[in-house]
Structure formats: C-alpha cells, structure tokens
C-alpha cells in the first residue's frame, strides 16, 4: 500500500493549491515570535493557539489558576491590529450583554440594534463556565455561524472573528459546566501547564519590572489575518488524509471507553487546524503527521469517557493517543512536529 505521506505529496504536486499559503504561514510564525515575548516557554501551545486562529476557529484554554490562561488570551488578541472585546463572565451576565439588545428611539420612533460585545474580531471570554447557561448559549449562534440574530435581526460579525474563552477545571464553585453543543464548537482545548524552572525565573525577571503584555505590539492586522485564513483553505488534503482523519473520529465512536464520541465537526476542524498547521511548516499540503498530532488537542474535549475509562483514570487525551498509534500510519509519519 502507498504510503499516505507519499500520496499526499503526489497529490498536491498534481494538484497545485489555488492560493499561496506561504505567507500564511510566516505570518503564524511572527505570531508565534510575538506571543512567546509574554508567554515565557509555551512555545508549542502558542503555536496550536496561532493555529487555531489560521484554521478559522475558537479556543477554549482550560487550566488551573495563575498559569497564564488570560494572558495568552490577551497576548494572541493584542498581536492582531483589530478590534477585540474582552467579557468577564459572572453569574449576573445577560445574553443581551453578549449579542446586543434593540433599544427605542425616542426621537426616530423605531428600534436601533445596539450591538453587544460579541462584535469584534477577537472575543476574550474569561471564566466562561461561570455566566449561566442561558449566556453561555448566546454564543452558539455566532461560534457556528459568525452571526447574531436580535429580535428577528440578523447581524454579520467581521472577519475574522475568534472566541477565545478560560476556564477553572478544578473550581467548581458558582460555576456552570459547558454544554456539550458549545464545547463542540470550540477548535481546540489548551491546558497552559506550568512553566520549567528557567522560563518561571525569566518571567520574574521580565514581569516584575513591567508589564511584557502593554510592550507587545500588533504584527498584522484583522485584514491580512483574514486574507491568510482564505489562504489555507486552499492548502491541499489528499483523499488518503481525509480518511485518515475521518478513520480516527470514526474510531472515537466505536471505542467501548467512549459514549459520546466526536461529531462530524469535529472531523472538520481536525482538518482546517490540520492545514493551519502544514502551512506554518511551510506546506502547501497536509501530512498525516498533522492530523496525529492533533488529534488529543482538537478532539479530546468532545468526548466523554465511559464510567469503566473513569474508574481506569482513563482520561480524552489518553484514549485518543491510544487511537492514534492504532491507526494505519507510516512509521516515519507517526512523529510529526
């Protein structure tokens, strides 16, 4: 059987993408530069945040306090020349806070829609698992379809147009958990870490003289953002990648550790985060290295373990790696970057 990475390549030399993703690419890389100038030795969850940013999607970053959650948040918004609103979720948040609200005119006598702060290119939601689920659903609409219906008014967010929320895992107090509706929509699921001893010494060099956040300065702009964006669509996937990609979702359903397995979404933003990821390699085509590599951070926070995987201390991340070197890949294919 050919191999899938040699198919891929074949593939794309016969099939040339109809836009240039290089310059997509070197600009997740400056990116990336400009972000680890606050995030001190996060090097690869930054670059799978940028990546989530070129495959058009939303990020949830899940992690204890104190690691730098809001921060990376703050730093991948303030890279980008656009605008960006941050919303500090709280248990007295109204859904019409988030998308907007009509309001009389008293002078016109008619409804003006006052837009809410979903309205932006980059949305940085803070604690979202503690507004209630009826704000939580707020964003649905504009997560999936990058629009906000108000009474009977549709409205279009600009592009590009990115949700990047936190929450605590372990603080459960006064908290609300994330439906499974909402969690699917999310790109990808980060847990920050803590940093090495070196990288938390340099940060307290760096951090406690002045603030890294105020002296990073915007690489881009929301314009070219999005011009990048259309850029990767065009990033080639072979048949053979696709299968492979719909091989591990299909897996993810068949699993007796897993009872809810990933949707059919999913299966789509393992492959858009898979070209986001190709084109900062600088390719214009996708490996199955892409897909295995990430796979635990697209999928694992769709799925919902079974009682026994529970009991086994079986966690999302561990059953997909164990899918991931099951399936049929290459040897030299397994290690992608």
């Known amino acids: 059987m050919t191999s899938l990475n040699s198919s891929a390549r074949a593939d794309a030399d016969a099939t040339p993408p109809e836009a240039d993703s290089t310059v997509a690419g070197h600009l997740g890389q400056e990116l990336v530069h400009a972000i680890s100038t606050v995030i001190e030795g996060k090097q690869d969850i930054i670059r799978l945040a940028v990546t989530a940013l070129l495959g058009e999607g939303h990020l949830l970053i899940e992690d204890v306090p104190g690691v730098g959650k809001t921060m990376l948040a703050k730093a991948l918004a303030r890279s980008i020349d656009g605008s960006v609103k941050r919303i500090q979720f709280t ?36 604690e979202i698992n503690r507004a209630s689920p009826k704000t939580q659903s707020a964003l649905l609409e504009s997560m999936e379809e990058r629009q906000v219906t108000v009474d009977g008014h549709t409205s279009a967010l600009p592009p590009p147009f990115m949700v990047i929320a936190t929450q605590n895992p372990i603080e459960m107090e006064g908290t ?39 002296s990073l300065q915007p690489v881009t702009d929301a314009s070219t953002v999005a011009a990048a964006v259309r850029a990767i669509r065009a990033v080639h996937v072979a048949d053979d990648v696709k299968d492979y990609a719909i091989s591990l979702t299909s897996a993810t359903r068949q699993s007796p550790e897993i009872r809810l397995g990933a949707s059919p979404r999913a299966t789509l933003h393992l492959v858009r985060a898979a070209r986001a990821h190709a084109a900062m390699d600088g390719r214009d085509f996708v490996l199955p290295d892409d897909i295995g590599h990430l796979a635990v951070a697209v999928l694992s926070h769709r799925l919902l373990p079974s009682a026994e995987a529970q009991v086994a201390r079986r966690d999302a991340g561990a059953i997909i790696t164990d899918l991931v070197e099951s399936r049929h890949v290459p040897v030299g294919g397994r290690h992608g970057r």
């Open 91 to 126: 248990p007295d948040l109204m859904p019409s806070d988030v998308t907007g609200v009509s309001v009389f005119n008293q002078q016109t006598r008619e409804f003006e829609f006052k837009p809410g702060a979903v309205f932006a290119n980059i949305v940085v939601g803070d």
């Open 176 to 214: 609300y958990p994330l439906p499974e509706a909402q969690r699917d929509r999310f790109i990808m699921r980060l847990a920050i870490g803590y940093p090495a001893a070196s990288a938390e010494r340099s940060m307290i060099d760096t951090h406690a003289s002045a603030a890294a956040l105020e």
